[in-house]
Nanobody, 122 residues
Framework: VQLQASGGGLVQPGGSLRLSCVTS????????VGWFRRAPGKDRELVSA????????YYDDSVKGRFAISRDLSEGTVHLQMNSLKPEDTAVYYC????????????????WGQGTQVTVSS
């Protein structure tokens, strides 16, 4: 699976951004997708994940209630709506795919898109 992430940018605290991840698969959709981020000086972490049809989702505690992941099977895209952004959300965000239907383990993600920079600053 090939993935391409987009939608990052510079936003003020409290603002919103919508990240998009386009996957190359249009027929085989039975795989989970996750959004990860790497902040400066920190390890990469899982922010949110969805199973193959959006029926099961995961959110890190730091983003619960602010971020929402969604999946459009017909278009092969996964979106991450990010609201009430905080400076600590500043990071490079990556989307990734796992061969499993769903996973919360980074080691199970084997296909990665390029990162998109999100900067939250006034």
């Amino acid at each position: 699976v090939q993935l391409q992430a987009s939608g990052g940018g510079l936003v003020q605290p409290g603002g919103s951004l919508r990240l998009s991840c386009v996957t190359s698969e249009r027929t085989n959709k039975w795989f989970g997708v996750g959004w990860f981020r790497r902040a400066p000086g920190k390890d990469r972490e899982l922010v949110s994940a969805t199973d193959w049809n959006g029926g099961r989702t995961y959110y890190d505690d730091s983003v619960k209630g602010r971020f929402a992941i969604s999946r459009d099977l017909s278009e092969g895209t996964v979106h991450l709506q990010m609201n009430s952004l905080k400076p600590e959300d500043t990071a490079v965000y990556y989307c990734a795919a796992t061969r499993r239907l769903y996973s919360e383990l980074e080691k199970e993600y084997n296909s990665w898109g390029q990162g998109t920079q999100v900067t939250v600053s006034s």
